[in-house]
């Protein structure tokens, strides 16, 4: 059979400011992806998330970024390989204390934004951050994009992964995201996302922005829920998988 995890980007919210409908999505969710307080988040934001993942039974993860609140994350820093390390680091045991102190215990972590995508291409980067996470702890999964430098720096020293797809995303011939900077980036239309989604998760293909059809593999599924039309959409999603015969479980129960 097959099998699919559904993940989101959570505990976005920080201080007086709140972000996302996370109580709203995590019901849609198998794994839930938690700030860690560099590029949103805060203490108080990460217990309080944790346990409501831990209510509504989706796997616990750590989302590491850029220490870059202003920018959210998605600016391109000059980040030295220590400091890379270092922050994920920092950031995979903030939030893995906060699961203990709960009575969990994270299933894995997935890159924010800018230090997704820069690792995602950059070698040497997506090799510092994968001995970060097996240093904390080597059970942990990473969810990185499929085909990227990230999947194979961690599975070369022994590191699990979930090949990562994305339901609103564009895809360039290379198997990277569209920067959302270009035009096209997003998809909005929401036949089209839900097209690319079976095809990916059923198929194993992608067709890119330019028209062209590429492998993909694809474990684990990203959707986003700032939004009621994002939410409803995301149960469109769950939808069609199911009907076409496809389980959505959380990445642990069948990455090994």
């Known amino acids: 059979m097959l099998r699919v995890d559904v993940n989101s980007d959570l505990g976005e919210s920080f201080g007086a400011y709140k972000m996302g409908m996370d109580d709203k999505v995590l019901p849609l ?10 590029h949103a988040g805060d203490p108080t934001v990460m217990k309080k998330t944790v346990r409501l993942a831990m209510a509504s039974g989706a796997a616990l993860g750590a989302h590491p970024g850029m220490p870059d609140l202003v920018g959210f994350g ?3 820093l000059d980040i030295s390989l220590e400091d890379a390390y270092n922050i994920v680091v920092y950031q995979v045991g903030a939030l893995a204390a906060f699961a203990k102190a709960a009575g969990g215990k994270l299933q894995h972590v997935k890159p ?3 230090l997704y995508n820069m690792a ?7 090799e510092a951050i994968a001995q970060a996470i097996y240093d904390v702890d080597k059970s942990l999964i990473l969810f990185a994009l499929a085909g990227s430098e990230s999947i194979t720096a961690a599975e070369k020293i ?13 895809y360039q011939e290379d198997g990277s995201l569209t920067p959302r900077s270009k035009p096209g980036a997003m998809i909005t239309d929401e036949d089209a996302s839900i097209k690319q989604v079976l095809s990916m998760v059923m198929d194993h293909k992608v067709t890119t922005l330019s028209g062209k059809v590429i492998p993909v593999k694809a474990d684990t599924l990203c959707i986003h829920g700032d939004g009621e039309k994002a939410l409803l959409f995301a149960e469109k999603i769950r939808k069609a998988l199911t009907e076409n015969g ?5 990445a642990g129960t069948f990455i090994k």
């Open 29 to 38: 969710v198998t794994s839930a992806n938690i700030a860690c307080g560099f």
């Open 74 to 76: 998605r600016r391109k």
């Open 112 to 114: 924010h934004g800018a």
């Open 120 to 126: 995602g291409k950059d070698a040497k980067l997506a």
């Open 158 to 170: 022994g590191l699990k992964t979930a090949s990562e797809v994305f339901a609103d995303r564009s």
């Open 246 to 250: 496809v389980e959505i479980a959380a």
